[in-house]
């Protein structure tokens, strides 16, 4: 149903704190490689998704901003926002657009400049992507403080220690060194990560993806488009999305994001992925490591561990390159840097590459069942995007 | 190209000031009118899209707040802004996502609670739906300085006079006196309005539309789903999305919004309507009057009139019922009121309750040619959308 959509252009800038980029400069630094990756230019872009949450903006129209910086006028435009999975859904949606035939190449483009900062304070207006009515201001919940509760709930469940939780931001850290694009390019180890100071218990300051700037984009085109501009298109095979209450006060399970078990289903649903058995279709996964314990419960909400038995993976190391199945090569939220809305964009560049196998040798994975998969969650689990790429052209 | 995708349901809050509902309440006035009127219950919407702007809002994740208020967990949502023009956006969107063949039906709801306030001031912050770094922080632009500049070039170049622009307020606030709906339920005149004091000269408070509270909800469906549902689908037969410079300053013409203009062309191409004449072709239009000065560029830029003539429709009421085209049966922005990102989504819903003769008796158009037009600008022209809706379903 609908046409089929491939990505044939993608771009990243530098992440890190940007101080020398404003919104439309460092949204202009992944768009400008996109379209010279695409080999197009901005008169072939029919629309254009911005993805940024940006609370903490000073400017309060980003896609018009960008837009006119990067030569996109009179092109039609929106600005989407999913919290943390912003990116993801502006994928979906620049998908469906081409896939619908409303046009037949559009640019989704994420951004977000958390250093430019506010009143609130990023750090109180992150606080706040929840229920802040209810949870935020009458209960003081912040951020890491929800995720606290998921880590309570899984290591009391199934024995997970903190040195586990350590274990993924060592990993993240590994192959964020590895990628000159992330924002901390340097290992760290179990010892430094458990030293470091507490955020909220058990979280640690090095559990946490940082505080980021950054941008990343991607072009998408219709079938025939695709074919005429890229040999490797890497098409758009399944894009699963949910979302789950406000309020965290109103679920029931801990250990699980429902909306990430839900849009995995509809994904592998629609990509024909045996959802008992995922990794076997899988090259290599990006997942939403906002904090480490949101990597293992991934791991779990997709599929790729048992219930209880992600911990397993990380304490065994099968989500490094050569393991079971790689996760975060590009250093994930944690080492790479989660600048909110454009961490789902970065996802989608990111596969592209390793898909196409143009990533920095030492975090390449090995690319033999043409398959990726983008796992973006926004807010705690209050929407999910699963999204699966593939080499090979979706069958009908 | 793409799927046949008709609108099934509609429903529309009580605009005003509200302090009696938060804004998941808000929109769940709405969108359990649209529910009702398509004849489906949440567990059939596959997907919502939630049109708020809200850079005041307390709730910085509104879609999740009005997802699980509404009841609509565990659908996939995502949050749209498109300035003022964002209702359209999210309709466009869910449009296209059933077009797409992405899921069968889709809610667009656009809510926006302006009263709840905030730092900046609802009025600060519109005042920065420009370019802020440039024009509103070192020029101290507001918004309706923006609009007034593009006044006093029109009136200077056509010779229009604040009488005019207050004609526009007259008629519109006709209309709104008969729709039960609309924040202003009273009919002015034009000497009360020339009385009104000056906002930005020429400009006057009876000149501008005002702070508003209130959501619109659209049920959209596949052709399948549609025939099943409905025997008065409402087609969404073409849309057109355009966006110009983020700056003022790097316009040339202050007489016509360049993004409405090619917006209207694009959904002119595609709904096969005459570009020269279109007003044979349709019904009844909405167009955004945020200030008078708006409506009578739109009639122009949409080709209602000839350049420099919009302000001959006005002295001579042909956008009354009757006329040559009525235009804001429901009041308009400027009498219904204009709660940001509800607008387009509460025009697409007014319109299909016009094209099933629904409104109240004073206010109906005569529908005979079974076409209305949406006009929807966001910022100054930053973004415009023109969505056709017809009563008979669009040829391929």
Redesign the interface.
Known sequence: ???QVAIVGVGHSKFGTRHDA?IAELAWESIRQALDDAGVGQEDIE?FVVSN?G?WS????P???V???AG????????????CA?GS?AL??A???V????ADIVLAVGIEKMNESP?PTVVE?IG??????WEF?NFGLTFPGYYALYATAYMHKYGATEEDLCRVAVKNHYYGARNPKAQFQREITVEACMNSRYVAWPLKLFDCSPITDGSAAVIVASEEIARKLTDTPVWIRA?????????LS?RTDFTSL??AV??ARMAYRKAGIDPENPVKHIDVAEVHDCFTIAEILAYEDLGFAKRGEGVKLVREEQTYIGGLIPVNLSGGLKAKGHPIAATGVSMAAELTRQLRQEVEKERQATINKGIALAHNV??TG??A?VTILSLEKPSK
């Open positions: 149903m609908g046409r404003n629309y949450a609370g000073s400017e309060p129209l896609a018009v901003v837009g006119e910086y996109l006028n009179p092109k039609g435009t929106v600005r989407v926002e999913a919290a912003s859904a979906k949606l998908h469906d657009i896939a619908s035939g409303q009143t207006y706040r992507a929840g229920n802040f009515f201001q894009i699963g999305a949910a979302s789950d209450t406000s309020n109103k429902r909306a839900e849009a926004g807010g209050h929407y995007y």
